[in-house]
């Protein structure tokens, strides 16, 4: 019955699968997106942000409000919107689990130099809505919080 749920469901392109294999001092896992190929891993909270940041700076989408400075000589700028390209399944995503937990974070806008958007269960339970990256990380640890009695028990 999951499977065939699965296969009726569209997964956002917005979205990012988190599958999160390692918890306690520091998260790690992997993250999976309609607009990648591959997983994208990470082997830190901050690790999985920025890399999502540059995944989503990369993509065009959701597009970065404002352009980042820097003091190097970088021309490379993404600022441009690209409506993505879809390169994984809705169902292949939908798949993914991660060994401790699993979470789909949907970035809706990435204005005020920070990301708002909402975090679900992949079962559709809604977990918590964000303003910016501190917030989501605050949600993360919550979540991770909860898992910890059910391993115990």
Do not use: H
Not at 36 to 50: G, K, V
Not at 80 to 102: L, N, W
Not at 125 to 144: A, D, H, P, R, Y
């Amino acid at each position: 019955m999951e499977k065939a749920e699965n296969e009726s469901r569209s997964y956002p392109m917005n979205g990012i699968r988190l599958c999160i294999d390692r918890e306690g001092e520091r998260i790690a896992g992997r993250m999976y997106s309609k607009m990648s190929e591959t997983p994208i891993p990470f082997e830190s909270s901050s690790n999985m942000l920025l890399a999502a940041d540059d995944f989503f700076d990369k993509q065009g989408y959701p597009q970065r409000f404002l352009e980042p400075r820097s003091f190097l000589n970088n021309k490379e700028t993404y600022s441009s919107f690209r409506y993505p390209k879809a390169v994984m399944s809705d169902t292949e995503i939908m798949e993914q689990e991660g060994k401790c937990d699993t979470l789909d974070v949907f970035v809706q806008s990435r204005r005020k130099a920070g990301w708002q958007g909402i975090v679900f269960k992949p079962v559709g339970q809604f977990v918590g809505e964000f303003n910016s990256e501190l917030e989501l990380l605050m949600i993360l640890e919550k979540e991770m919080k909860k898992q910890e009695p059910e391993k115990k028990g």
